[in-house]
Structures are given as C-alpha cells and as structure tokens.
C-alpha cells in the first residue's frame, strides 16, 4: 500500500461522513410532523411546538459541548471522537425510529446534539491531512457533500415515511451511520500526531468566549448582530417548514421531501455559481441589501400564499437571496486581522447555535398560537411574517454598520468559505433556505 493511500481513504471517508450525516438528517424532517402525530395524537400546529424543543435542544447540546469535543479531540486525537460521534448518531436514530414517547426522542435529540459537535473535529481533520494550497479544494468538496446530502435526504425520506410509515427513515439513517462507522474502522487512520496533542483545558472550552473576544472590533460586532438577526429568522426554516406546509396545504411526506429537495437544488445552483458572478459585479454591500431585501419579500410571501405550488415560485426568488452569504463573510473578515480569522469563525458558528436554541422556540409557538382555535386573529403564516421583521432589522443593523465599514467600496472578492458557515444546525449542517 502507498504512503497516499490512508490519506486518499480518509478524504473518501470525511467526505462520506458528511454526506451521510447531511442526508440522516434530510430523511427525517419530512416525517416529524407524522411521527409526533403518531406519539401525542396533535395536529401539526400543535406538534411543532415539540418540534422545536427537538430541535432547541440539539442546538443548545452542540452549541455548548463544540469547545469540549474540539479539546477532546486534540488532546486523544482525531478518530476516536469522529467515531464516537458515528455510533452516536446510530444509537441516536434508533432511539428516535423506536421511541414509543416523547421524551425518547428528545432524549435522543440531546445524545445527537453532543456527538454533532464532532463537526469542527472534521474540519480538523481535513487540515492534518491537506497540505494548506490544497485545503480550499479539499473543504470544496465537503461543501458539496453538504449539498448532495440535503438535496437526496429529504427526497428519500418523504417516500420512505410514504411507503413505510414515519419511522421507516430513522431505520435507514440508523443503518447509514452504522455502515459508515464500520467503513471508518477499517480504514480511518489517526491524524494527530502525538507530540502535537495538548491537554485538555477547560478554559478554552467556553462556547461565549469567540463572541466575547470580538468586542475588540466594533464594526464586525455590529455585523453580529445583523448575522443573529438574519439567522434568528431564517430558523423558521428548519423549524417550520414541514408543520406548516403538512397544517396549511395538506402536504404529505413524500411532498415535504420534494419542497426540500428543490429548496436543496435552487440553493446549490445560486451559491455554486450565481454568487461567483454576481456578487464581484454587485460589490460586498450591495449583494448584502439586496439579499436581505429579497429574504423578507419571501419570508412574507411564504405566510401570504395560499395554494401549494406558489410555495415553488417563491423557493426560486428566494434562493436569489443566498447572494448575501459570502459577501457579508467578505465584509466581516476584512474587520478582524488575520489572526483573528478563526475567532470570527468560531463567533459565527456560535451565533448561528444560539440562533437555532432561541428560533424554533420561538416560531413553533407563534405557529402554534395563531393557527388555533383561540387565535385573536387566524394567522397561521406568523412565524414568516416574524423571520421577515428580524430579517428587517438585521437590514438596519447592517445598514448601520456599513456607515463605518472603512472601505464600503471595496472590490468584492467571494471568499473559500468553510462548510461550517453554511449550516444551518438541526441534525448537522444544511445549506441555507433562503
């Protein structure tokens, strides 16, 4: 065997694990809204209030336990913990296909939340094997298994809850981690060498201390408070999407998996080729504005519509939307130094964890509170309309901001953005909706 085959295996492996993780967590959102249906006996409206503890509570796990795993990983390597967190989300997915109660899915939620922290450990990975001019192709692909994931997922998913009940995608998910685990056993080597491991520190492990430490840039922290706006609203993707779409238009699995799929495919397209093209010709500043503008006209089209197959003319403006990610990256990190690079990132990461705590909180029980009987005013499109004010002020906020950008007229440059910064945190990362 070459001494390039254990990293050629390993890059196989990374890539497969990302892929498999993205699509474990394509196959079950479709299925929630029946599954908890099938638990409780509530209606979709009522059962997103569930939904959104599920989904709340895998956010605050990874959120808090990303600093500990990242630690653990350097201070007993790498593939230890990107193993663990592979029989995690085994034992996660069987929890949830078998559990007879609530409480077993949310407990199954919570183990996926701290083995889901393992992602950064990927990332670290990729890096001890890559040479760096090689590292932006390499996080490429990676970004294309997110893609590839989300796209197939909810596809499969909706027809397998269709043909075989709610709990049938969680079985598959199940046996798609399990595989890869095996997979990883055999061929996954160690990374990290032993004289670059370091001690566990639990002082490094505080998951406020990115946010903190940008207190030291004034215009990237006003930036953070537009980004935790834009992604407070954009949870109500995640954290609606089947409950409204099954409560609303009647949809079924296999329906939900559909709206997914395109909203997968539009995203892909518009960030794998639209951005390259037209945020250089736009500039930074102007595909931001233009892109929050285009993300409230269809948070509120989202709550207006009223027939099913409008829902696929908004996916595709709104997919326009996804202009403004990179740039607003490229504004950011022209406001830090360069060793302060990775505290940015780890800054957006963190906000983009308390943005998927506090959001489905939040736009499940305005789902639910002005759908009901009780309702003072029928307005089962609330949680839209609630992503497009957010998305407003996070508008404002950024139009404050760009007052004291030092160079607002910079030339646009898209940059090599990792993975991480395009995910969305439900089951693992996914490709923005909007």
């Given at each position: 065997?070459?001494?390039?085959?254990?990293?050629?295996?390993?890059?196989?492996?990374?890539f497969?694990?990302?892929l498999?993780?993205?699509i474990?967590?394509?196959?079950?959102?479709p299925?929630m809204?029946?599954?908890?249906?099938?638990?409780?006996?509530?209606?979709?409206?009522?059962s997103?209030?569930?939904?959104?503890?599920?989904?709340?509570?895998?956010a605050?796990?990874?959120?808090?336990?990303?600093?500990?795993?990242?630690?653990?990983?350097?201070?007993?390597?790498?593939?230890?913990?990107?193993?663990?967190?592979?029989?995690?989300?085994t034992?996660?997915?069987?929890?949830?296909?078998?559990?007879?109660?609530?409480w077993?899915?949310?407990?199954?939620?919570?183990?996926?939340?701290?083995?889901?922290?393992?992602?950064s450990?990927?990332?670290?990975?990729?890096?001890?094997?890559?040479?760096?001019?090689?590292?932006?192709?390499?996080?490429?692909m990676?970004?294309?298994?997110?893609?590839?994931?989300?796209?197939?997922g909810?596809?499969?998913?909706?027809?397998?809850?269709?043909?075989?009940?709610?709990?049938?995608?969680?079985?598959a998910?199940?046996?798609?981690?399990?595989?890869n685990l095996?997979?990883?056993?055999?061929?996954?080597?160690e990374?990290?060498?032993?004289?670059?491991?370091?001690?566990?520190?639990?002082?490094?492990?505080?998951?406020?201390?990115?946010?903190?430490?940008?207190?030291?840039?004034?215009?990237?922290?006003?930036?953070?408070?537009?980004?935790?706006?834009?992604?407070?609203?954009?949870a109500?993707?995640p954290?609606?999407?089947s409950?409204?779409?099954?409560?609303?238009?009647?949809?079924?699995?296999?329906?939900?998996?559909?709206?997914?799929?395109?909203?997968g495919l539009?995203?892909?397209?518009?960030?794998?080729?639209?951005?390259?093209i037209?945020?250089?010709?736009?500039?930074?500043?102007?595909?931001?504005?233009?892109?929050?503008?285009?993300?409230?006209?269809?948070?509120?089209?989202?709550?207006?519509?009223t027939?099913?197959?409008?829902?696929?003319?908004v996916?595709?403006?709104?997919?326009?939307?996804?202009?403004?990610?990179?740039?607003?990256?490229?504004?950011?990190?022209?406001?830090?130094?360069?060793?302060?690079?990775?505290?940015?990132?780890?800054?957006?990461?963190?906000?983009?964890?308390?943005?998927m705590?506090?959001?489905?909180?939040?736009?499940?029980?305005?789902?639910k509170?002005?759908?009901?009987?009780?309702a003072?005013v029928?307005?089962?499109?609330?949680?839209?309309?609630?992503?497009?004010?957010?998305?407003?002020?996070?508008?404002?906020?950024?139009?404050r901001a760009?007052?004291?950008?030092?160079?607002?007229?910079a030339?646009a440059?898209?940059?090599a953005?990792?993975?991480a910064?395009?995910?969305?945190?439900?089951?693992?990362?996914?490709?923005?909706?909007?």
């Amino acid at each position: 065997m070459s001494a390039r085959t254990p990293g050629k295996h390993a890059i196989i492996f990374i890539f497969v694990t990302v892929l498999i993780d993205m699509i474990g967590f394509g196959l079950i959102i479709p299925v929630m809204p029946s599954l908890l249906h099938e638990l409780t006996g509530l209606d979709a409206n009522e059962s997103a209030v569930m939904g959104g503890w599920l989904m709340a509570s895998y956010a605050g796990m990874q959120f808090f336990f990303a600093p500990i795993v990242g630690g653990l990983s350097d201070r007993f390597g790498r593939k230890p913990v990107l193993l663990a967190a592979l029989a995690g989300f085994t034992i996660d997915y069987l929890i949830m296909g078998f559990a007879p109660v609530f409480w077993l899915l949310l407990a199954g939620r919570v183990l996926a939340g701290i083995f889901g922290a393992s992602y950064s450990t990927a990332n670290a990975f990729i890096a001890d094997i890559t040479p760096p001019e090689q590292r932006a192709g390499r996080f490429g692909m990676i970004g294309a298994a997110f893609g590839i994931g989300f796209i197939v997922g909810p596809a499969i998913g909706g027809f397998l809850g269709e043909w075989f009940g709610p709990r049938a995608p969680f079985f598959a998910a199940a046996a798609l981690a399990g595989l890869n685990l095996v997979y990883g056993l055999l061929v996954l080597p160690e990374t990290l060498k032993p004289e670059n491991r370091r001690g566990f520190d639990w002082r490094r492990a505080n998951p406020f201390g990115s946010i903190y430490q940008m207190r030291h840039y004034p215009v990237a922290l006003v930036l953070m408070g537009a980004v935790f706006l834009m992604l407070f609203g954009h949870a109500v993707y995640p954290a609606i999407w089947s409950y409204y779409s099954t409560f609303k238009f009647g949809w079924s699995e296999a329906d939900v998996g559909l709206s997914l799929m395109v909203v997968g495919l539009t995203a892909a397209i518009v960030q794998g080729g639209l951005t390259r093209i037209l945020v250089p010709k736009l500039g930074e500043w102007r595909a931001i504005i233009i892109s929050l503008s285009i993300a409230v006209a269809a948070y509120t089209a989202y709550g207006l519509v009223t027939e099913g197959w409008m829902v696929y003319v908004v996916i595709c403006v709104a997919a326009i939307g996804g202009i403004g990610q990179p740039a607003l990256q490229g504004v950011m990190s022209r406001q830090v130094p360069a060793n302060a690079q990775g505290e940015l990132q780890g800054a957006m990461t963190s906000l983009q964890s308390l943005s998927m705590v506090v959001g489905p909180l939040l736009m499940s029980r305005a789902f639910k509170y002005f759908s009901g009987d009780t309702a003072p005013v029928y307005l089962p499109g609330a949680p839209f309309y609630l992503a497009a004010v957010l998305t407003f002020l996070a508008l404002l906020v950024g139009l404050r901001a760009r007052k004291h950008d030092p160079k607002p007229d910079a030339a646009a440059v898209v940059p090599a953005v990792s993975p991480a910064a395009n995910a969305p945190v439900g089951s693992g990362p996914m490709p923005p909706a909007d």
